[in-house]
C-alpha cells in the first residue's frame, strides 16, 4: 500500500520535536528530510546535527533528500546521525553508481532523484542498484510549489519499465501532492507519496496524514 510520507520541510522548525509528533501520531512511518545546499537548489535548510536531533524524537524511517552537489562526502555524517535511507539527483551526481554503492556501503538505503527535466532513460544503468527512485514533481528548493503535471506520465514509464526489468524498487514523488490530486498520484504507480505543505500548512498534520493514508488505501492502483 502506498505510504504518505510528510516533509518537515513546511513544518515550524521552532517546534520541530512537536510537529514530528503530529505526523507520527497520525500513522505515518516515514518522515521526509530534504537537506539544501544553496547551490544544487536556491536555498538552505538543515545538515547533520538536525538530522541527529530528529533521530532522538521519532522511530520513523529517516528519508533524507539530499539537494547539494558533491554529497559523497556528507554520506557518512548524515548515516551516523540516523539517516535510514539517503537519496541523491542524478544531475549532481558524475558517478552516481559509484555514489549509490558508498550509502549502500554505509548501511542506508540508496535512493536516486531526477529533477522533471530529467528524463528516466537517465537511470538506466542504475535502476538494478538503486533501492528507491525518487521522481520530483516541482522543481526542487521550495515547499508550497504546484505539481508539474508530466510528472505523472515519468511515473507511469517508470513503473512500467520497473515490471519489464522484472525489478522491486519504490518508486517516490515529491512535490504538489494535494489531497485532490493523491488518488491520481497513487494510481500512476507511486509507492511513497512526499507531502510538506499538505500535511504541515494545514492546522491538524496528524489528522491530515490519518486522512490522505486513507485516500492512498482507497486509490486503485493501476499497476501493469
Ligand atoms: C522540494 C522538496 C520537497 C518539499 C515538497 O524541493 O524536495 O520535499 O518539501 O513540498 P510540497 O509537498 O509542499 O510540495
Ligand atoms: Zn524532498
Known amino acids: 500500500m502506498a505510504q504518505i510520507v510528510p516533509s518537515i520541510l513546511s513544518a515550524d522548525f521552532a517546534r520541530l520535536a512537536e510537529e514530528i509528533a503530529k505526523v507520527e501520531q497520525g500513522g505515518a512511518s516515514m518522515l521526509h528530510v530534504d537537506v539544501m545546499d544553496g547551490h544544487f537548489v536556491p536555498n538552505l535548510t538543515i545538515g547533520p546535527p ?18 547539494m552537489t558533491n554529497p559523497e562526502p556528507f554520506v557518512a555524517a548524515f548515516v551516523e546521525a540516523g539517516a535510514d535511507q539517503i537519496s541523491v ?23 536516486v532523484v531526477l529533477n522533471p527535466s530529467t528524463p528516466i532513460t537517465m537511470l538506466e544503468e542504475v535502476l538494478g542498484t538503486a533501492d528507491f527512485v525518487l521522481l520530483m ?8 510549489q504546484k505539481m508539474i503535471p508530466r510528472a505523472l506520465d515519468k511515473v507511469r514509464s517508470l513503473a512500467s519499465r520497473r515490471e519489464e ?29 512526499v507531502a510538506g505543505a499538505t500535511v504541515f500548512c494545514n492546522p491538524d498534520p496528524a489528522a491530515t496524514v490519518a486522512r490522505m493514508q486513507q485516500i492512498a488505501a482507497n486509490a486503485p492502483a493501476l499497476r501493469t
Open 50 to 67: 538536525v538530522v541527529k536531533c530528529i533521530r532522538k524524537v521519532t522511530r520513523m524511517t529517516l528519508d533524507v533528500h539530499l539537494m
Open 89 to 111: 539527483h542524478q544531475e549532481a551526481c558524475p558517478h552516481l553508481d559509484r555514489a549509490l554503492r558508498l550509502i549502500q556501503s554505509e548501511g542506508a538505503l540508496a535512493g
Open 137 to 144: 514533481s516541482v522543481n526542487p528548493g521550495l515547499g508550497g
Open 165 to 193: 526489468l522484472g525489478l522491486k524498487f519504490p518508486i517516490e514523488i515529491d512535490g504538489g501532492v494535494t489531497e485532490e490530486n493523491l488518488a491520481e498520484v497513487v494510481r500512476a504507480g507511486v509507492d511513497w507519496v
